[in-house]
DNA sequence: CTGATAATAGAAACGATTATCATTACGAGC
DNA sequence: GCTCGTAATGATAATCGTTTCTATTATCAG
């Protein structure tokens, strides 16, 4: 619906690899990962182009980011469009959907509470997975 | 407690001041504001500094800090130790603390569902505070 | 096939934070 | 008060992820 039909979005070799990269990727990684894992493959895509299609990725709602305890940025691609967390293993970045009903609610509550409006909120978990406990 | 009298931990000019910027300053804060302010009020505090006293008031739980979506990271004193969240005006950086019990119970139960173990959990919530609702 | 122009990619710029290290100043003991 | 060892300081340089710049390349409608 919007794509007025002339000379709009190309489809180009980088964009499909990027896109591929993380389909096959499994949990949450880095834009520098990404692009290594590109060049492992020979395919040869500019680091800035790799952050282009993150972003814009991103702002459609196919991958997913977060930002770990460093500041990295991380993207995933998600399966779900809706809206959902992450838990996320800090050491091999594997990493489960999870749902936050409850999260939402508390925080609309406790905007609303506050007065506060235009809310939007954060919330990551990070810790061990199975395979990687202490 | 931790203070077996003889050289130890030195009381400096810049760590008062470094705390005396972050009593006065509402809401939360970069270090390179705090560094600002500092020199707006005529102390001369090297940044390094700066970020050296925010890094071990943070330590010790005397500060709370966050990073806005940018990445930036923003510092800000708290009243209670105990382990809180914020929700925060995206304007002027006015900020509420505000108790999560509700949420850490979930973050519990999920990440124990999920077979994950030293879970950690980040919560920020960001929005508009009554003067600056849209 | 061809041309207009979107997309690419390397290099340089950026901005927050950290590391380096010579200098300064606190404060315990004389 | 004065000295000295050492912690603290702070200017500068280095890091590092990310963004901007811009000349070149490649896509696709006609």
Same mark, same amino acid.
């Given at each position: 619906?919007?794509?007025?039909? +002339?000379?709009?979005?190309? +489809?180009?070799? &980088?964009?499909?690899?990027?896109?591929?990269?993380?389909?096959?990727?499994?949990?949450?990684?880095? @834009? &520098? %990962?990404?692009?290594? %894992?590109?060049?492992?493959?020979?395919?040869?895509?500019?680091?800035?182009?790799?952050?282009?299609?993150?972003?814009?990725?991103?702002? &459609?709602?196919?991958?997913?980011?977060?930002?770990?305890?460093?500041?990295?940025?991380?993207?995933?691609?998600? +399966? $779900?469009?809706?809206?959902?967390?992450?838990?996320?293993?800090?050491?091999? +970045?594997?990493?489960?959907?999870?749902?936050?009903?409850?999260? %939402?609610?508390?925080?609309?509550?406790?905007? @609303? %509470?506050?007065?506060?409006? $235009?809310?939007?909120?954060?919330?990551?978990?990070?810790?061990?997975?199975?395979?990687?406990?202490?």
């Amino acid at each position: 619906m919007e794509q007025p039909r +002339g000379t709009r979005v190309r +489809g180009t070799r &980088q964009a499909s690899a990027v896109a591929a990269a993380l389909t096959s990727l499994p949990g949450f990684c880095s @834009a &520098q %990962e990404i692009h290594a %894992e590109l060049r492992r493959r020979g395919e040869t895509v500019g680091l800035t182009t790799v952050y282009r299609h993150l972003q814009v990725l991103s702002e &459609q709602g196919a991958v997913d980011t977060i930002r770990d305890p460093s500041g990295e940025t991380l993207y995933r691609q998600c +399966g $779900s469009t809706a809206h959902h967390h992450h838990l996320t293993c800090r050491v091999c +970045g594997r990493s489960v959907e999870v749902e936050g009903r409850v999260v %939402e609610q508390w925080a609309e509550k406790v905007a @609303a %509470e506050a007065g506060f409006t $235009s809310v939007d909120h954060t919330v990551e978990l990070f810790g061990l997975c199975p395979d990687h406990a202490a």
